[in-house]
Structure formats: C-alpha cells, structure tokens
C-alpha cells in the first residue's frame, strides 16, 4: 500500500490488516518507535495499533568508504566516549580521503542502517495503554531493540563509513537513552 499520510489511509490499512491481509506501507517518522505517536496524531486509536502492527522497520542510506583510499586514524577521546562501550576497544577509525576510484569523494556506494522493532504482547500493551515514549523505548531496548544511530556506530567500527557520515545521516546525541 502506499504511504500513510492521513486517517483515511491509515484507517484503510488497519481494516486490511484486521481482516488478516499483511500490509506494507511507509510512514514519515524519525524513528520506529516514532510511528506510534504519528499514528496517534493522525488519528488511530492506541487500541487499534495493538495487535496489528507486527513490526516496523526504520532506515537512512549512508555512504560506504572507498575501499582504495580510506584512511585509518586513532580515534579521540570525545570519539571514544561517542562510540560508547564497544568504542573503548577500537584501536582506529576510518575517515574519508578520495582517489580516481571514488572521483575524489572519500565514498563510494551508500549501505542502509536500520532499526527494526518487533512487537510483541508487552509492547503492543504499552501502546494500547498510550504509555510514554521513554517506557516504549525501555522496554524495546529491554527486548534487543537497536536504535539507528547504534546501528550506525556499529559500521563505523567495522570500517563500513564514518563517524562524519553517521552523524550526518542520524541524531548522535539521544543514543544512550
């Protein structure tokens, strides 16, 4: 189905998937936890959106570092403690440079990162309950929940892109929490 931008559709989406029909669609929120607040915006009934919303899946493209030329450097302190945990055992990062193979741009090609939320009875009760955004996020994090930018991060330690280019693509500063 097409993008949800009103209640007319959202409305139509969730009587196909009452009547056990899977429906895939697109919604504009920041976040997948974002859905839920735009959906009640938009006028879904919190008890509408439980049980018939499976899973929801959000994305950004960011661009890959050229395998040619890209450069591994130590990362700083303030990198360090950005990175979080898994950040305290890097020895280094990578940074764009550019070379004939990437025209000069440091990158070449682009990778999704992705955040995925599968909902269950226990987040399905929290939604049916209008429960906070915080309790929402607690308890999908609670549940192996991995935001956008962790997702990121991660490719930044494997060498898929950078630290510039994650931050470009999503909101660094509300990762831990």
Do not use: W
């Not at 919604?27 to 049980?51: E, Q, V, W, Y």
Request: hydrophobic letters at 40%; glycine letters at 10%; aromatic letters at 6%.
């Amino acid at each position: 189905m097409g993008e949800v931008r009103d209640k007319e559709t959202a409305e139509m989406a969730f009587r196909a998937a009452m009547t056990g029909h899977q429906v895939f669609t697109t919604l504009h929120t920041n976040s997948a936890l974002g859905a839920f607040p735009r959906l009640l915006d938009i006028g879904i009934r919190p008890d509408i959106m439980a049980g018939n919303i499976i899973g929801v899946v959000a994305q950004r493209l960011v661009r890959v570092l050229c395998t040619h030329c890209k450069e591994a450097y130590a990362p700083s302190k303030d990198e360090r403690q950005l990175l979080g945990a898994p950040g305290q055992k890097v020895s280094y990062l990578y940074r764009h440079v550019g070379c004939k193979q990437c025209d000069n741009k440091g990158y070449k090609g682009r990778t999704a990162i992705m955040e995925l939320l599968v909902m269950d009875g226990d987040l399905d009760e929290l939604v049916a309950r209008r429960s906070t955004a915080k309790d929402l996020r607690a308890a999908a994090l609670a549940k192996g929940f991995r935001s956008l930018a962790e997702e990121g991060l991660l490719r930044v330690i494997d060498g898929t892109t950078s630290l510039a280019e994650v931050g470009r693509a999503v909101d660094l500063t509300g990762r831990f929490g």
